[in-house]
């Protein structure tokens, strides 16, 4: 056969050097080109990772016995040989802005399991890639420089598996079965952190980045972020999707791009707190911002818990080192001498008198003003009495607190303590007011109702965690009171913890209470009790895990929005603002994708049958949003932890065979 | 045993006497006087006393001591002169199982010379553990509570406070011999305000009737509420409530199943999406008013006056962490309220009329079911599909062991009504206070937590 000349770029030799003319002929495999190019070269390295890139056709020729006839390459191609993987910069859901390599060449879905895995997320098949929103860069901003941290160094993912394959044979000689299934779904870890994390403190640091939450955001970069106003809006982001069944290259991203990694299919998968400490962290930082921004709405008092749960959060996030959970057994005789000494205690601290003085006023008998009584506090129940000299004797009353409702009515600035007691009774509920001198009392006395309506003596262990929660809630509304004040540890605006609309409806010392009044609910939450309460919320808004795009159904002529939830899709009329039709994935008998005319149709049981364009994101964004829901279902722990990608190419792809 | 263990049981620990009237707990000083101490406790007058520290004692103190609390914990039978009653209540339902029985005091504490120190200490822990263990009993609340049945007969029975509603169903289980299907519940009824609620099965029954007041006319009965979980044997109803009634009865089982796993089994528990006009009874007022409500999650919530819909612009209605949902009987005569199918949140505690209490009031009987039974989704969350699971669980066993034995008596006649005419047939009062004149040691012992002083 006829020897003609090829030329090819090496990118390895930079972007000026001329390309590399090789003599070939067209029955010559891809493999042998590349053989003949690196010896050309003359450069001795490892270029097991090199594959070559058509331009014109937008496609990577991988398969290295294909012989350039079959690819249909002539002397006019324009080749460029390259590394598969190259460095991108990846935002994660907390902000935080990594630099690592990933692989251009095989589909988006394998370069986010690639990601996942480097980063120790499970279930990447819930996360993927998406073109960020621009960032209207003003000259302020220029000097500061983002922080970029550099993962480029990991050895590449697949290397990264095979090392730690190995490490288990020789440490442990698993049988094979068991390898992989701990290789797929459960990383090994060394100090709880795959082993690539462990090489050196820089590594460490940045696994800390990712798996320990973020302290919540100054106000002024809340309401900086972009925030949808509408649901027209919101389905602006969902164009912005990369294709899960194409590469890279093939949709323009270039070395060193930015994008975005975030969870993409509501439907998380089988949580183990254990195991997914990244994926944890980084899906209730994803939660956190959609509150904030509004990307999903909640009411006020949602948004107070919210609010709430973040700063507990964030302040168990810093006291608790990186051990998420410890679950110390304790000893039968330990535990029982424990109860006893609690016990005890308990005995102790309620015989003697909680010798404070604290005003009291039942609000419906007198009309004002506070009367002083001696009072004391005894298991749930608070006694008061004229003075302290009569506290021996019978009490003027005695209040259980069991079941009652406890608000607190604070303002620090002006020294006010109030606690406001709801008892229940049977003639309706009995609402007292506790007025207490000063700070302390007021947490020790706030504590002790609290842990009383819950049925909790002050014996509970949980009594001084109780107070000191208090007094530094306490603390923040000092902070935030006196205006400018330093940024301590302590001090959290609450501003921060809520969207901006409540900037504008509530200074952050009338937040305060409201925050204080919900956090009492979560105040003795452990970290992932935590975090797992704040998904579990969110996902039970009713607009959670909707994904909505603009569309225009067959025989319609004004725009309309569909959402795409995990397990229906609902039709919203812009001019009525609300769902107007509800289908169900599981009445749908199948959806046909016309590529020519970009138009989905889907059928369902009962002949009913839909038809619509899409006009805010292409119908393969939504062709693989319904594809994949139908895949997250079919996830069932029988069907072993494998990922079965194949069947998701199946659901989600289909338009590359045409 | 490991080493450090051993010397925790040396920690000082402080004694002081315990001031609750009423708890049973030691008398006395002597060793010997533990041994003879004839179980004379009158609650309201014993001083109680914990020793000044287990630790002090000697062992043979610590042998007399887990004697006499292990003696103690084993009442006699309550003599029930009940006249509908024909079962009385077996210890196995009122006692947990002993500690005492399955690991007698060792012998060998009187030789102390011939053991080694350490298992001298071990036995010791022991011991402490088992008094402690012993102590915990004797501080558990028990009640006699008499439970209307729904042919108008009664059983009396006495439950601890450590039991659970599904507990207590199934010792009636036994002892009605009924055909234990999952509808079967506990409910109270107060003919004051003219509700009814059932008890949820994970819920404390002691707990629950210790709301009531002391002369109240509450009752509790047992009967077949074929709503109980309605949520999981027709979820379409709850959570395609939109479509219309045709489409939904054709729902075939995968898709019911799928429903469950959808909304129950995840992640997050998600409640139905229930929005409409109900009438609110505005406090103190005789007027019923329409008002569009929204359910969430986190509570119900209404639309004011010119705003939309969307969530940001709701208002709280009510939070379900402290109240309960109860349905209600013949409103439209008591209330004049715009129709009979009302429900009612407040307080479990209350008990009177009261501005409290949150009352609304639905269209049709197919809304209020909705709304009473999706509160209860909001309100319990998993609990409910847990209690749910457990009870068909319980129900398939028991079935099979029943048809395997013998016939099985016809079903309970089925009380079409039952959720909203409850108490028409019943009349006697339910619980009995008496209950400590029932036991000789007198370690049971009630307490009214709503009582707002100590009566001498």
Not at chain 2, 372 to 389: D, F, H, P
Not at chain 2, 409 to 436: D, E, K, N
Request: with cysteine; charged share 25%.
């Amino acid at each position: 056969m006829a020897a003609w000349d090829l030329s090819v770029t090496v990118e390895d030799l930079g972007s000026d050097a001329p390309p590399v003319t090789i003599s070939v002929a067209s029955d010559l495999h891809v493999g042998g080109v590349i053989l003949k190019l690196v010896e050309k070269t003359q450069i001795k390295r490892d270029w097991s990772d090199h594959a070559l890139w058509w331009e014109q056709k937008q496609q990577w020729l991988l398969r290295t016995a294909w012989t350039l006839e079959k690819y249909g390459i002539h002397a006019d191609a324009r080749l460029l040989f390259m590394p598969q993987h190259k460095p991108l910069k990846l935002g994660l859901p907390n902000g935080i802005t990594l630099r690592l390599r990933a692989s251009f060449s095989c589909p988006v879905f394998q370069t986010v399991m690639g990601i996942c895995r480097m980063l120790n997320i499970r279930h990447p098949e819930e996360l993927s890639l998406l073109r960020p929103v621009e960032e209207k860069k003003k000259k302020k901003d220029k000097d500061l420089a983002e922080e970029i941290y550099d993962l480029t160094e990991v050895p590449l993912s697949s290397g990264t598996l095979k090392i730690q394959i190995f490490n288990y044979r020789l440490s442990e000689k698993l049988d094979c079965n068991r390898l992989t299934f701990f290789a797929v779904s459960r990383p090994c870890l060394y100090n709880g952190m795959p082993a690539h994390f462990v090489d050196s403190p820089q590594m460490e640091a940045i696994y800390k980045m990712l798996s320990v939450t973020q302290p919540p955001p100054a106000p002024e970069v809340i309401a900086k972020q972009y925030r949808p106003a509408s649901v027209v809006d919101k389905a602006h982001i969902n164009g912005r999707w990369l294709d899960s069944s194409r590469c890279l290259m093939q949709q323009g991203i270039q070395e060193n791009d930015r994008l975005w990694l975030r969870f993409k299919y509501a439907a998380f998968y089988d949580i183990e707190p254990k195991y997914d400490v990244v994926r944890l962290t980084q899906l209730y930082e994803q939660a956190r911002w959609a509150i904030l921004l509004e990307d999903v709405d909640c009411t006020e008092e949602e948004m107070m818990l919210f609010g709430a749960l973040q700063y507990h959060i964030s302040k168990v996030a810093q006291s608790e080192p990186q051990m998420l959970s410890t679950n110390a057994a304790m000893d039968d005789l330990e535990s029982a001498l424990m109860s006893l000494e609690v016990k005890m205690e308990g005995e102790n601290s309620s015989a003697s008198e909680f010798n404070v003085i604290v005003c009291f006023r039942p609000k419906r008998l007198t009309l004002k003003g506070y009367k002083q009584y001696w009072f004391k506090f005894q298991d749930t129940s608070i006694s008061y009495f004229k003075s302290k000299e009569e506290s021996i004797g019978e009490p003027i009353q005695q209040i259980n607190l069991r079941g009652c409702e406890v608000a607190p009515d604070v303002n620090v600035a002006s020294q006010k303590f109030l606690i406001r007691l709801l008892i229940p009774a049977p003639e309706g509920m009995n609402e007292v007011y506790l007025r207490c001198e000063n700070e302390q009392q007021y947490a020790q006395w706030m504590a002790a109702c609290r842990l009383a309506s819950k049925g909790k003596s002050l014996a509970d262990s949980s009594f001084q965690s109780e107070i000191q929660s208090i007094r530094s809630f306490l603390a923040m509304q000092k902070t935030n009171s006196h205006g400018n004040a330093p940024a301590g540890d302590e001090s959290i605006n609450t501003h921060s913890l809520v969207s901006p609309r409540y900037h504008k409806k509530y200074k952050p010392k009338q937040l305060t209470p409201r925050i204080l009044d919900a956090y009492q609910n979560v105040a003795q939450l452990s970290l992932t009790d935590a975090l797992m309460r704040f998904l579990q919320i969110w996902q039970a808004l009713p607009d959670f895990g909707l994904s909505y795009v603009v569309v225009r159904f067959k025989g319609s002529r004004k725009d309309e929005v569909l959402g795409i939830a995990p397990n229906r899709l609902i039709r919203i009329d812009l001019g009525v603002g609300d769902v107007v039709k509800t289908w169900r994935y599981n009445n749908m008998k199948q959806w046909n994708v016309n590529w020519d005319i970009r138009q989905m149709a889907i059928e369902f049981d009962g002949n009913v049958n839909i038809a619509f364009s899409c006009v805010t994101a292409d119908c393969k964004i939504v062709h693989e949003f319904i594809g994949g829901y139908i895949f997250m279902s079919t996830r069932s722990r029988e069907k072993s932890d494998t990922l079965n990608e194949e069947l998701f190419h199946k659901l989600t792809g289909g338009h590359e065979a045409l | 045993m490991h080493r450090e263990n051993m010397q925790t049981p040396c920690r000082k620990i402080p004694g002081k006497p315990g001031r609750e009237p009423g708890i049973f707990s030691l008398q006395g000083e002597s060793a010997n006087h533990y041994a003879t101490v004839q179980p004379l406790f009158e609650p309201q007058l014993s001083q109680c006393f914990l020793p000044e520290s287990l630790n002090e004692l000697e062992d043979h103190d610590l042998d007399a001591l887990v004697a006499d609390l292990g003696s103690n914990s084993n009442p006699q039978e309550p003599s029930s002169d009940e006249r509908t009653d024909t079962h009385s209540a077996p210890p196995a339902m009122t006692q947990e199982p002993q500690p005492a029985a399955a690991r007698p005091a060792p012998p060998n504490s009187t030789q102390p010379s011939r053991v080694k120190q350490t298992s001298e200490l071990q036995t010791k822990a022991d011991k402490i553990n088992l008094a402690l263990e012993k102590l915990k009993e004797a501080k558990v609340r028990k009640l006699i509570v008499k439970v209307l049945m729904s042919d108008g007969s009664s059983k009396t029975l006495m439950v601890d406070e450590r039991q659970s509603v599904r507990e207590v169903l199934d010792t009636l289980f036994e002892k009605t011999h009924c055909d234990c299907s999952i509808d079967w519940s506990l409910c109270e009824t107060d003919p004051e305000l003219q509700i009814e609620r059932g008890f949820e099965d994970h819920e404390y029954l002691v707990e629950l009737l210790s709301a009531w007041t002391r002369h109240s006319e509450n009752k509790i009965c047992f009967l077949s509420r074929p709503q109980k979980y309605v949520m999981f044997t027709d979820p379409q109803l709850f959570y395609m409530w939109k479509k219309k009634k045709s489409c939904s009865s054709e729902i075939n089982k995968q898709a019911k199943e799928l429903l469950i796993k959808e909304h129950f089994g995840g992640s997050a528990l998600i409640v139905p999406d229930l929005e409409g006009t109900l009438y609110l009874k505005e406090d103190g007022k005789k007027v019923w008013k329409p008002r569009c409500f929204v359910l969430r999650a986190s509570g119900i919530y209404y639309v004011p006056k010119g705003k939309t819909k969307s969530s940001t612009d709701l208002a709280c209605f009510v939070r379900f962490e402290k109240v309960n949902v109860y349905t209600t009987n013949n409103y439209k005569q008591k209330y004049r309220a715009p129709t009979n199918f009302c429900f009612m949140l407040k307080h479990p505690c209350i008990q009177k009329e009261s501005h409290y209490i949150k009352f609304l009031c639905c269209d049709d009987e197919h809304m209020l079911m909705l709304w009473v039974n999706s509160i209860r989704i909001a309100k319990y969350g998993t609990v409910l599909y847990q209690n749910y699971q457990a009870a068909v669980r319980r129900a398939s066993t028991l079935q099979t062991l029943t048809s395997a034995s013998h016939q099985f008596p016809p079903p309970a006649t089925y009380l079409g009504h039952v959720i909203w005419y409850p108490y028409i047939t019943y009349t006697c009062i339910t619980r009995l206070c008496s209950a400590q004149s029932h036991f000789v040691y007198g370690y049971i012992y009630i307490k009214w937590p709503q009582e707002w002083t100590i009566s001498k």
